[in-house]
């Protein structure tokens, strides 16, 4: 069972929940930027969690099936066709062997998901099949005419024929743990945070959820030995304007992080879309 990739889309990459634990080695954790949306998706085809499937960016993709499959798309919004005729998204759909499956593009938000019963079956690397972009591990992004396999059916389904799913964010609100080097920043600015506006800017990526608007003030100047980096973490680089880092965000840096957004937080960044409102919320103030 495989399927061939008749469009790829802008930008659609294999993605599971990720490779943790391997920070010391350089290598970030990667996987779905929406993780629920990446579960859900695999929950709604019978496959366990941490099965891989595809996570198209803004335009979608379609695949032609060998043979018949159960699939499901889920995430950012769209249409999906089989073979041109319509079909739901957010819910288990058959696809006969030759048709095509077309995930076309999000009404709303970023990024779908779409799994197909048994999962991607392509080359784990350090135990993860996520394409990680930062660092090229895992499999390059699809192409024209790639054959992709896909493995054995997993376990009988759960019976989940369509579940609710929360929305791509019109307002994006992000909790912020301050620290470690928020005191390099103007008191008065950190504190205007919570009143400031920023907007997700169309240069974010799977590195980094980057904002435009108006530009923090830095007290301390100087460059800041490279130091670990965490999921979520707040860095801001000398244009002054907040970057939330994604799952391919690099292990260490030099700039300096203000403070952490919870991960929990994360899925709606990663469904974000340019021109969205973004406000940061400060969790935690210096004393």
Partial sequence: MSLEVVRPGALTTVQD?????????????????????????????????????????VDGAALRATAPVTAAVTGAPCPVRIDGRPAPWGAAIRVPAGCVLDVGRAVSGVRSYVAFRGGID????????????????????????????????????????????????????????????????????????????????SASNRVGLRTEGPPL???????????GMVLGAVQV?????????????????????LGAVPEEHLAAAAQAAPGTPVVFLPLLRRT
């Avoid at 680089?237 to 992080?257: E, I, M, Q, S």
């Fill in 17 to 57: 929940l990720g490779r943790p634990g391997h920070a010391h080695l350089g290598v970030p954790r990667s996987g779905a930027l929406d993780p629920y949306a990446h579960r859900l998706a695999n929950l709604l085809t019978g496959n366990p969690p941490e099965a891989a499937t595809l996570e198209t960016t």
């Fill in 217 to 227: 003030e830095r007290t301390t100047p100087g460059e800041l030995p490279s130091e």
């Fill in 237 to 257: 680089p000398p244009n002054g304007l907040p970057v939330v880092f994604l799952a391919d965000h690099p292990v260490t840096g030099g700039y300096p992080v």
């Fill in 122 to 201: 392509v080359e784990p690397v350090l135990d993860s099949r996520a394409t990680d972009l930062l660092s090229g591990l895992g499999p390059a992004p699809l192409t024209t005419g790639l054959t992709l396999g896909l493995g054995s059916p997993h376990a009988p389904s759960t019976g989940a024929d369509a579940l609710p799913a929360p929305g791509p964010p019109t307002e994006l609100v992000l909790p912020l743990h301050l620290g470690p080097r928020d005191d390099w920043f103007a008191p008065q600015a950190v504190q205007d945070l919570a009143r400031t506006r920023y907007r997700v800017s």
